[in-house]
């Protein structure tokens, strides 16, 4: 789940429930440069609750996507995500990264839910140069048939996954890259998708936590529809719109509350489990949900915390053309994790 190296150009390709999202990243003047972004529309359930239901429409999808960029390199940083990736921060005998990766499966059997026998193990000490007898490894966990899914879907794709990367990482590389100051003390990283929203709980910039919760946009229009008689139509033009209403601010209400627990339970375990009084200073919201008219100050209002909508752009060299006739205000919040994944350099 890690391969990394000096390639010029990375290209990160987030497959998420309704759309396929591209960014194309130049390292090879110093800092990197986004030069290209693709965005393309998935039949509708194609994909649900992150499980491929048609391996073909959504191949297709990838390849059209990539068309029509222009973008015709074949080796891609792409990810997974869900309840089969485990994240946990343990604790293990200090010694040397060979000797960890030779124990590390059998540490792992204390820590994860799965058959041993089923997973891809990968892991990083968080504290290398200390002294103590005892060293912090960040532990990742994921089911070996969820990596390979997302392999031979490449393949289909006539594309070559050189790194398959965890979601909460590539978020998190797309933020610490663009909010540098915001690598002290515990923050959450929530990214609203189309049917699932990710949560992520960074602490001193190390991603310690991340829990999905099965709502999204959908979700909403859904309630809009349901609700407060809306037509499809009518509802993705307020979700996707500027302007706040009584017909969104009713759905928000209780759906942003669903969002507000699950940001305190995931914040409560990490503190209850790692035993820091840390509270969080900060909630920081990606993905199409997080343009949805109030529903950041809905989530300010109960967490009681500053909510700000994270910009993948914030510091990042961007250049011209890069979104051929894409609005980018439209689209840039859409762009964390793609943006995220070919941040990585790889061979």
């Known amino acids: 789940m890690g391969l990394f190296g000096r390639r010029k150009t990375t290209i990160g390709l987030d497959i998420g429930s309704g759309l396929i999202k591209v960014a194309v990243i130049d390292h090879g003047k110093g800092e990197p440069e986004l030069t290209k972004v693709a965005i393309a529309p998935l039949l509708a359930d194609a994909i649900v609750e992150g499980e491929i239901m048609d391996p073909g429409i959504v191949a297709d999808a990838i390849r059209a996507a990539l068309s029509e960029a222009g973008i015709k390199g074949k080796n891609i940083v792409t990810a997974v995500g869900g309840r089969d990736v485990i994240i946990k921060k343990i604790q293990i005998d200090r010694m040397k990264e060979a000797q960890a990766r030779e124990v590390i499966r059998w540490e792992a059997e204390q820590h994860v839910p799965f058959d041993m026998e089923s997973v891809e193990l990968d892991f990083q000490i968080l504290d290398p140069d200390a002294d103590d007898l005892q060293m912090n490894v960040l532990l990742v966990a994921a089911k070996r048939d969820l990596v390979e899914n997302k392999i031979r879907l490449m393949h289909d794709a006539d594309l070559d996954a050189r790194v398959v990367d965890v979601d909460a990482f590539a978020l998190h590389n797309a933020f610490e890259v663009n909010y540098p100051d915001a690598m002290m003390g515990v923050v959450g990283l929530v990214n609203i998708g189309h049917e699932v929203t990710n949560i992520n709980i960074l602490d001193d910039g190390v991603p310690l936590l991340t829990r999905d919760i099965a709502l999204g946009t959908r979700r909403f229009r859904e309630d809009l529809q349901r609700e407060r008689g809306l037509s499809a139509e009518e509802a993705d033009e307020l979700l996707q719109g500027y302007d706040r209403s009584p017909h969104l601010d009713a ?53 009681r915390v ?42």
């Open 251 to 303: 759905v928000i209400e209780s759906r942003g509350e669903e969002i507000a627990v699950g940001v305190e339970r995931a914040a409560a375990f990490l503190a209850s489990s790692t035993r820091s009084g840390s509270t969080m200073k900060a909630v920081y919201t990606s993905g199409g949900g997080s343009r949805v008219p109030g529903l950041t100050e809905a989530l300010a209002n109960r967490l």
């Open 306 to 347: 500053r909510v700000e909508q994270a910009n993948p752009l914030q510091r990042l060299n961007v250049r011209d053309g890069a979104f051929g006739s894409l609005v980018l205000d439209d689209v840039a919040p859409l762009l964390m994790l793609p943006i995220g994944l070919a941040l990585r350099q790889v061979a």
